[in-house]
């Protein structure tokens, strides 16, 4: 049986990979994430990232097919290593109108039933204090505020074109961002639990 995957949704510090770490943790979810992928292969020097190293200090968008080439690999590790997984979070991915079409390949490559997008709602000004506040505490090489303010401007062009692209399709849900953690923790959990 396909297992069902659905992907967080929002802007660069709207908390995807704060929650996605919950879900994963408390839910028995799979979580992959696209920014970690690559953060992780350029640790290690992988060759196909160090492309992308320079576009991410930007606050650019890695070119779609990277992205998708890098994602389908992990996916193909984590789905073998992790036989029974209650589903999978895509964190960062889709990005554009262009990764929503790939993304169709992908679900069927791996044998995925894609639920929905889940959108967690944060005003830029908030969104800009957490990630400065990242800035102090994780060194980010991609959170000073110049580039900050880049991603939000490439979020807003390219990102955000998705929301009707999924409201169209009656696949987009959304709950506010703001509040402590198990606060937006426990406004996500009985959407994900309607997709059951
Ligand atoms: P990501 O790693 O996805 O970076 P992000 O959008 O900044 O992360 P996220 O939104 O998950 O941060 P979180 O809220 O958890 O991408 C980085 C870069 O990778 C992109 O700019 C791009 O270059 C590249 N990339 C990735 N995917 C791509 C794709 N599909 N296509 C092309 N390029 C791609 O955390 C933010 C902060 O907020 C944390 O410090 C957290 O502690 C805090 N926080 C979370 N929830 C909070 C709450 N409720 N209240 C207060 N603070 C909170």
Not at 47 to 63: H, S, T
Not at 124 to 138: D, T, Y
Not at 165 to 179: D, F, L, R
Request: with cysteine; net charge negative.
């Amino acid at each position: 049986m396909a297992l069902p995957a659905f992907a967080l949704f929002g802007p660069p510090g709207c908390g995807k990979g704060t929650q996605a770490v919950m879900i994963k943790d408390r839910m028995g979810f799979l979580h992959v994430s696209t920014g970690d992928i690559f953060r992780n292969a350029i640790a290690r020097k992988d060759p196909q990232a160090m492309e992308a190293q320079e576009i991410m200090q930007r606050g650019e968008l890695v070119p779609d097919e990277l992205i998708r080439d890098m994602l389908s690999k992990e996916l193909s590790i984590l789905l073998a290593e992790s036989k029974d997984a209650k589903g999978l979070i895509l964190d960062g991915f889709p990005r554009t109108v262009n990764q929503a079409d790939l993304l169709n390949d992908l679900l069927k490559e791996h044998n995925l039933n894609f639920t929905g997008v889940l959108a967690l709602e944060v005003e830029e000004e908030e969104l800009v204090q957490r990630l400065l506040n990242r800035a102090k505490e994780q060194g980010r090489a991609d959170d000073t505020e110049e580039v900050i303010r880049e991603r939000m401007r490439v979020y807003r062009e390219k990102t955000q074109p998705l929301e009707d692209y999924y409201k169209g399709k009656n696949m987009y849900y959304s709950a506010g961002g703001v509040g402590s953690l198990e606060d937006v923790y426990n406004r996500i959990v009985p959407i994900i639990e309607s997709w059951n």
